[in-house]
């Protein structure tokens, strides 16, 4: 955890300090804050920008997110492709990126900030996410790291901190991570993080059966393969559907997506299985066995961008059953995709109230 003193001890009091949740991620950011009215406000978006030249003033102007990518696709950045921000590069991009996104916004500084930190060994990427944080305009207040899946769990189990008294086993199903631990009142245990089965290698696997499917005259973009991905797979109720793209030479082909989906979706979910029980269920059991007996009376909390899949926790459950010979029984939170910068954003209002 980390953390950041308050800058002054006198409290505007015009306005109290705002809450803010964040969760930086490989794909999407979002964040969880009240508004002038105080009211609860949450933002989704691209974790990327891009540059382009005023033509009449000759200066740089920035667009973030959505309006990035729509606008210029040829040069958007997505600085936190691995997770993190590994580098210099990185690092300059993610603070310019977060930066223009509490600008946009308009959070305040005198807030209190609270942010996910993903499971990893990366100690550099960890070291500027959290520079990233503490030197921007906001959080002058406080500033706070906490596990991600800490925080994405909270939302999952009750409507206030209830998360933080309990123990429970936490997995978090990532675009470029699978991660998993136990909760002991808030205390972490046994961390697990493992890159044998990601969101990001579905995208690839997608884009690779699309071409092999075509005979090599599809070619897609592993961000494409992504919005195939989220628009289209479903455990529950899959339909193929058709697309199709321009050939500068044969003009446009039409071409359909069945089993490239569905297909990688699949064994993602049975390389999560493996992984998760040949090794991060025998490491808990091992090294924290009372931990470990009582969590299996408790259901395990799924978080993570693949849980927004319809039908995949529900076949996770069944796998994870088969497998360890036992019923289990997963819970998510109601929005995945938010359920991190949720979970933070409470933490952040409790250390208002005590600050």
């Known amino acids: 955890m980390t953390n950041k003193p308050a800058h002054s001890n006198a409290v505007d009091t015009a306005r109290m300090p705002t809450p803010v949740g964040v969760k930086l991620g490989s794909t999407r950011t979002a964040l969880v804050y009240d508004d002038d009215a105080g009211n609860q406000e949450t933002v989704r978006t691209l974790s990327c920008l891009a540059t382009y030249e005023d033509t009449l003033t000759k200066d740089e102007r920035v667009l973030y997110g959505e309006e990035a990518a729509r606008q210029y696709p040829e040069r ?5 492709r691995s997770g993190l921000p590994k580098d210099a590069e990185s690092a300059e991009l993610t603070d310019q990126f977060f930066g223009e996104l509490c600008d946009g916004y308009a959070l305040p500084e005198e807030s209190a900030v609270v942010y996910a930190i993903p499971t990893v060994g990366d100690d550099v990427g960890l070291a500027n996410l959290n520079t ?3 030197e921007s305009a906001i959080g002058k207040t406080l500033v706070r790291g906490f596990p991600e899946s800490l925080c994405a ?3 999952a189990i009750g409507d206030n901190l209830e998360a933080i008294e309990e123990i ?14 136990a909760y002991r009142h808030g205390e972490q245990l046994s961390p697990f993080v493992s890159e044998a089965a990601t969101g990001d290698q579905v995208d690839q696997r997608v884009a690779d059966v699309i071409k092999e499917e075509t005979d090599g005259r599809v070619a897609i973009d592993y961000a494409t393969a992504r919005e195939y991905k989220e628009g289209y797979a479903d455990f529950n109720e899959f339909e193929a559907f058709t697309d199709v793209i321009q050939h500068p030479d044969e003009g446009s082909h039409e071409f359909t997506v069945d089993r490239s989906i569905m297909g990688p979706v699949d064994r993602y979910l049975d390389d999560v299985v493996d992984e998760l029980t040949t090794d991060f269920f025998s490491r808990l059991a091992n090294a924290h066995m ?18 927004c899949i319809p039908g995949l926790v529900d076949e996770l459950e069944t ?6 010979d036992r019923e289990v029984d997963l819970t998510v939170p109601d929005n995945p995709d938010l359920a991190a910068a949720e979970g933070a954003y409470r933490i952040a209002e409790r250390l208002l109230d005590r600050y």
């Open 76 to 80: 958007t950045e997505y600085m936190l």
């Open 132 to 134: 990233v944080i503490e």
């Open 153 to 155: 769990s909270i939302p």
């Open 168 to 181: 429970f086993v936490a997995i978090n199903l990532g675009a470029t991570t699978l991660e998993a631990c």
């Open 290 to 307: 009372k931990t470990y007996q009582l969590s299996q009376t408790r259901p395990i909390v799924v978080t993570g961008g693949m849980t």
């Open 319 to 324: 796998r994870l059953s088969e497998e360890l």
